[in-house]
């Protein structure tokens, strides 16, 4: 599997914060306990807004689709998303 994931240093007195929990991939038939992967990074991104006032922007995958970017977008939040780049 390939990544377009690039690593650099940040701009001076800027910070990366991340959050993690798990979430399983799979249909609600095969597993009605998972949690939902979009839902779950909503989640998670929000509790980082509750405890770092001043961020400004936050990036996923695809994963995040017009309703969980419209919640973070309310709260004046940049979103983006890193994917596979456009051929």
Known sequence: MRSNL???APPPRSRIILNADGARHRSPEEDPDRKKEASTALRLAHEILDRAPG???AVLD???RGTHRARLVARGIAVGTAGEPRR
């Open 62 to 64: 695809t994963a995040w």
């Open 55 to 57: 961020v400004v922007a």
């Open 6 to 8: 690039r690593w650099a």
